[in-house]
C-alpha cells in the first residue's frame, strides 16, 4: 500500500500532516495566518500537532467502513488499539487495516462474526519475530503494568526474581520454535518491514469453547496469535484467558509426536507453553479455531 492511500489515524510524521492539511486547507490557512501574527517558538508544530489529532477524531471509523454492524466495528477499532500497544512492545509496527482488506481479508464477513459471537477478538498477529522478541515484549509489558497506578501487586504479569521473562517456553517448543512462528497456511498475509501478518477472529473467552479434545480436533490457533491476545488483553487491562484451562497451539513438533498447548500461570503471572502427546485430552484442554 502506497503512503497516498494509508488512512489518517496511522500515518506518521510529514506525511500524516501533509494529507490533513490538503483535507481541510481553509482551516489550515486559517491557522496558519494566525500563527504567523502571533509566531512564538514551536508554533508550526504544535499547530500540526493539534490539526493532526483532530482529524484523527473526526474520522476514528474510517479503516471498518465495510464493517455494516457499529457494535463489532468498534470491537475491531478497540482490538487494533489494544493491538499497537502491544506491538509497541514487539518493537513493531501493526499495518494499516485497509493493508489487510488489500490482501484479501473481509472486513465485511469478520464483521458480521464478531457481531454473531462476542467472545470473538480481532486479533491481527505477526509472525517471525522470533522466541527472543516474544520473551522481550512479554517482559516490556510486565514492567508497563508494574508501573500503572494500580501497581505491581495486581499486575497480571510479573518479572520473576532472576529477571527472567513472563513468557516462559518448555524446551521443545524453545528449540522448534519456527514451526509455531509460521503463518497459518491459507490465511491472507500482509508482510511489512520483514515481518508477516494475518488478522483472524480468536476466540478469547476465558476457556476455549471446545474442550476435552486431542490436537486432531483442529484447525487451532497459532502461538502468535494466542500471545498477542494475550498482550492486547493486558494493554485493555483485561485478565489474560486460560487461567483454569490449556489451548492447543497449531504446528506439530517432534517430528508430529508432539503438539504445544498454551495456559495462564495466574499464581505465577506467567504465560507458559508446554508441549504434550498429540493424543493426549482433558477436560480442561480444548482448542480456539480462528475465524479467517
Known sequence: MDSGTRPIGRRSGRDRVELVRALFPDLAAELDAAAARYAVPG?????????????????????FADVAEPDAARRAERSFGAAREASAWLGIDVPEV??????????????????????????????GCGATA??????????AVAGSPSGASSAPLAVDASGASPLVLATEAEKEFELLDAAPAGAPVVTESGVTWTLRLVPAGARPPVLGLGFSYGPH??????????????????????????????????????????????????????????GNQGPHLGARTPIS
Open 221 to 278: 490457533v497459532t502461538l502468535p496469535e494466542m500471545l498477542m491476545l494475550q498482550l492486547m488483553l493486558v494493554a485493555a487491562g483485561s485478565a489474560p484467558v486460560d487461567a483454569a484451562s490449556f489451548t492447543w497451539l497449531d504446528g506439530p513438533l517432534a517430528g508430529g509426536r508432539l503438539a504445544a498447548r498454551h495456559v495462564y500461570d495466574e499464581s505465577e503471572r506467567a504465560i507458559r507453553i508446554t508441549c504434550r502427546e498429540m
Open 134 to 143: 516474544w520473551q522481550a515484549a512479554f517482559t516490556r509489558a510486565a514492567e
Open 98 to 127: 485497509e493493508a489487510f482488506a488489500a490482501a484479501g481479508v473481509d472486513l465485511g464477513q469478520l464483521g458480521s462474526a464478531l457481531a454473531a459471537d462476542a467472545s470473538l477478538t480481532a486479533v491481527p498477529a505477526p509472525f
Open 43 to 63: 508554533a508550526a508544530e504544535a499547530l500540526d500537532e493539534r490539526l493532526d489529532a483532530a482529524a484523527a477524531r473526526l474520522m476514528p471509523h474510517a479503516a
